[in-house]
């Protein structure tokens, strides 16, 4: 990996659509992640995480590519439990990139919900921390910004004769 940036910051990919959450020390990234991962398995969909504290950045072709850095992919961290393991990926595009901030906007102005992360704008979903809104709340809102992305490329195979 060249030209690489590591963030505080946690990864994770649900239903093929990976997405960077950030926030101080303390605010809530892992046990968020946490369950937007169990709430996805009992949904049916594919969750997976990336790693937890710390991600690599790369930026290739134009896009965002998250990496688990090696010490530490699939690990997260459960306070009152310690450190556990779940299902990872060493790698995948971001398509969304979550802020836990410390206050509700009731309603988000548009420029708000962009960011932009080693140069590259992405898609952003500001998530007010627990001491303003609970889980469930906090969960909403990612779901919602899942769906308002735009559908994932596929790529076609050619069959031949």
Same mark, same amino acid.
């Given at each position: ?6 963030? %505080?910051?946690?990864?994770?990919? !649900?239903?093929?659509?990976? !997405? ?14 946490? +369950?937007?991962?169990?709430? &996805? ?18 930026? +290739?072709?134009?896009?965002? !590519?998250? %990496? &688990? ?7 997260? #961290? ?11 990926? *060493?790698?995948?595009?971001? %398509? ?12 988000? *102005? #548009?420029?708000?919900?962009?960011? +932009?992360? #080693? ?17 469930? %709340? ?5 779901? +919602?910004? !899942? ?15």
């Amino acid at each position: 990996m060249s030209d690489s940036a590591n963030i %505080h910051s946690t990864g994770l990919v !649900i239903d093929g659509r990976g !997405i960077l959450l950030r926030g101080p020390s303390g605010a809530g990234k892992s046990l968020l992640t946490l +369950e937007l991962l169990n709430a &996805a398995a009992l949904r049916g969909q594919k969750a997976v995480l990336v790693a937890d504290d710390r991600i690599d950045l790369t930026v +290739e072709n134009g896009a965002l !590519i998250m %990496h &688990a850095p090696p010490s530490i992919g699939g690990l997260i #961290e459960l306070r009152g439990r310690g450190i556990i393991k779940r299902p990872h990926v *060493e790698s995948a595009p971001v %398509h969304l990139v979550v802020d836990i901030v410390n206050k509700l906007i009731r309603l988000v *102005e #548009e420029d708000a919900l962009v960011t +932009e992360v #080693e140069g590259v704008t992405l898609p952003r979903c500001p998530i007010p921390n627990r001491s303003v809104i609970d889980s469930a %709340h906090q969960q909403l809102l990612v779901h +919602e910004a !899942i769906s308002a992305l735009p559908p994932l490329k596929t790529r076609r195979v050619k069959k031949t004769a």
